[in-house]
C-alpha cells in the first residue's frame, strides 16, 4: 500500500470540468507512491461515470448519500473519508494524508516537496505556501504562513484573529494525527480554518514543518461555497465560530480594526470593490513579488488542454 492518501471531497464538479483538471493534477505528480480516493457527496451530474472511467487504477471512488441540509461544506465527505482510511483495510499502509479540493490543483511536485519534510521522527504535520488563482488559474497571490514555534500558540492566534493568514489546505498529516481530529459538519464554510485550529491544538513544540515550494493552488471562483455565503464578516458561521472557540467581543473589535487598517476598501460597497477588484488583484501582485510569476507550467498545463477523462499522468 503506498506510504500517502490524498483525499479530494467532491459534490457537483464532474459538468463543469473542474474536478477532471483536480484529479489530473494529482495523477501526474512526481511522487507516484500515494493512492487517491475521491469521495463523492451524492452528486448528480456524472461525477461517478467521470471517476470510475479516469484511467488511473491509484484512483479510489466513493459515493455516500446526501441529506436533506439546505447547504454543506467538503466537511461530511472529508470526515467519510477519514474513517475509511482508519477502518477499510485497502488503507492499511497509509501513512500521511493529504486534501485537495475538487476545484483546486497540485502543482507536480507538490507530494513530493511534503513527504520530504517528514525526515524527523517528532514531524507530524508538514505544509507550504498557497498560491491564491482567478477562475483561470492566474496566480493573484502566494501565502506561506509564519513559522510555527509552538502549535498551540497558533491556534490561539487562529481563534482570536480570522485574518491570520495560514495555508489551511497545504496540510500534510501524519495519518495518527487524525485520530484525535475531524472536520466539524456544522460548518458550510470555514471548515479547514477550523480544522487547522484543531490539528494544531493537538501538536506540541516541534512537531510541525514548513516547505518553501508553493505545494497548493487555490481557485477563486463563482462556484466556490465560500463565495456562495457572500460576506462572512457577520455571519451564522462566524457567531458558531466565535462561540466553539471562545472568542470574545474585545477580540471581534480588535480583529475588525486591524481588518480596517490593513484592507479599508473591505468596508466598501459590493459594486464598487467589483470596479475595483482588478486595481486590487494588480496590487496584490505588486505587493507580494508576484509581477512577472506565474502559475506553476504544469498547472496551466493541465488548465488549459481540452477535457478528455483519459489518463495522461
Known sequence: MPKVAILTPTYNRGHNGLLLKTMRSVSGQSCRDFVYLVVDHGSTDGTEEI???YGDPRVVYE???RGPAPRYSSSV???HGIRMLEEDRRFDGVEYVAFVHSDDMLPRTSVEDRL???DNINTKVVYGRTGICNAGMELIMVFGGPVLGDPGKMAQKMKKSRYVAFPHHSLMLDRNVLGGVKFDEELYALE???FSINVMEHLKE???AQVPEVVYYYRVHGDNITTQCGDLSDSDIMRYLDIKHGRTHLDAMVDETRRF???????LPKIVKAHLRPVRNALMKKGNGLVGVSTDPYVMEIENTPLTPEFHG
Not at 487598517?261 to 468596508?267: D, G, I, K, N, V
Request: glycine letters at 16%.
Open 51 to 53: 471517476v470510475r472511467g
Open 63 to 65: 459515493r455516500i448519500g
Open 77 to 79: 465527505a472529508n470526515n
Open 116 to 118: 520530504g519534510a517528514f
Open 192 to 194: 479547514d480554518l477550523d
Open 206 to 208: 516541534g512537531q510541525t
Open 261 to 267: 487598517m490593513r484592507r479599508p476598501h473591505a468596508f
